[in-house]
């Protein structure tokens, strides 16, 4: 894990109170970096946890599926010529 302390210093004790707080926050995921940014009395904290895999479901030709690879061909042809809609601009 990554910490960043800007505009100042803090104790050891003090950085792990910070990633205690921001763990807390979403105690499932996994700290990578954690930034602290002091400005007197106020302090920002900017962080970001591990990304999470997903594997991608999207409606095609009324079946709910991930991947095509266990389609038999008729069901790739029918894939293959529906009309497809992208967005504009």
């Not at 050891?12 to 007197?40: Q, R």
């Not at 900017?46 to 079946?63: A, H, L, S």
């Amino acid at each position: 894990m990554e910490i960043v302390v800007k505009n100042g210093t803090i104790t050891e004790e003090e950085k792990n109170n910070y990633v205690k707080y921001v763990k807390e926050k979403d105690p499932n995921k996994e700290l990578v970096y954690l930034e602290i940014d002091l400005d007197g009395d106020f302090v920002d904290l900017k962080y970001q946890f591990e990304d999470i895999p997903f594997e991608r479901i999207r409606r095609v030709t009324g079946y709910l599926t991930g991947t095509l690879d266990r389609w038999n061909d008729a069901k790739r042809a029918e894939e293959r010529d529906r009309v497809k809609h992208g967005i504009c601009c």
